[in-house]
């Protein structure tokens, strides 16, 4: 089946530390990458919508000067979390969906990335 | 935008027994229903889903019901194993973006 692998599984850092986060689809060209935060026990939170070779759309509420996205190629979608603060701990998972209409093709989740940040 | 609500938040079962959850949606325009488990602090796994163009769908001890009509769609879990356990979440999908429900958090009591 379809492998999106996400780096790092865990990050620690500092306040005022700016964390990349790749996500890559490992045997599929992926026209389409979400990303997603998690919080504890609660639902998966869209963030933005990364299509390759264009900028992304963002949700509302969720700041793009904060939270860049950038898919350059087919199989690799990078956000960075850019002077995180504690506030900016959670659980980032990203996702991929194969060329084809997006509503027909199930997306594949990377493993997450759990951000801290002290 | 599409709006998804998922029912019940927590269900907690006997080994053996069904465990059902169902989920509705508002968009007419969304053609495609996956259901995701996501044990604890892992990624959410695609275990079934279902296009607008059928109506029931079997995989095993699990199946997925869509009524267009009334907008709404179930996933039925039968002989539960405490390896079921997890949270389940459903979503909807336009052509152009996935709309997730809120999660089940599903609980198999050997």
């Known amino acids: 089946g379809a492998v999106v692998s996400q780096h790092p599984s865990w990050v620690i850092c500092k306040s005022g530390t700016s964390v990349k986060i790749e996500c890559r689809s490992l045997?599929?060209?992926?026209?389409?990458m979400f990303w997603y935060r998690q919080f504890p026990k609660q639902s998966l939170m869209l963030m933005a919508t990364?299509?390759?070779?264009?900028?992304?759309?963002?949700e509302q509420g969720v700041e793009k000067d904060k939270f860049l996205i950038n898919h350059a190629s087919l199989t690799l979608s990078t956000l960075t979390v850019t002077s995180a603060h504690p506030e900016d701990s959670s659980f980032y998972i990203c996702?991929?969906?194969?060329?084809?209409?997006?509503?027909?093709?199930?997306?594949?989740f990377g493993d997450g990335t759990r951000l801290s940040i002290l | 935008g599409e709006n998804v609500e998922q029912h019940p938040s927590t269900l907690s079962v006997q080994e053996g027994d069904s465990a059902v959850i169902k989920c509705t949606y508002s968009?007419?325009?969304?053609?495609?229903f996956p259901w995701y488990k996501q044990e604890l602090g892992k990624r959410p796994q695609l275990i079934i889903d279902?296009?607008?163009?059928?109506g029931e769908k079997k995989d095993q001890r699990i199946a997925v019901t869509l009524n267009k009509t009334a907008k709404h769609f179930s996933l039925h879990i039968t002989e539960t194993q405490p390896e079921d356990s997890a949270v389940y979440f459903c979503?909807?999908?336009?052509?152009?973006?996935?709309?997730f429900g809120t999660g089940t958090s599903l609980t198999v009591i050997p």
């Open positions: 996702s991929a969906t194969a060329r084809g209409l997006i509503g027909m093709q199930p997306q594949h």
């Open positions: 045997d599929f060209q992926a026209t389409t």
């Open positions: 990364s299509n390759e070779g264009s900028k992304a759309t963002y």
């Open positions: 968009d007419s325009a969304s053609n495609y």
């Open positions: 279902i296009r607008s163009n059928v």
């Open positions: 979503a909807a999908s336009p052509p152009s973006q996935f709309y």
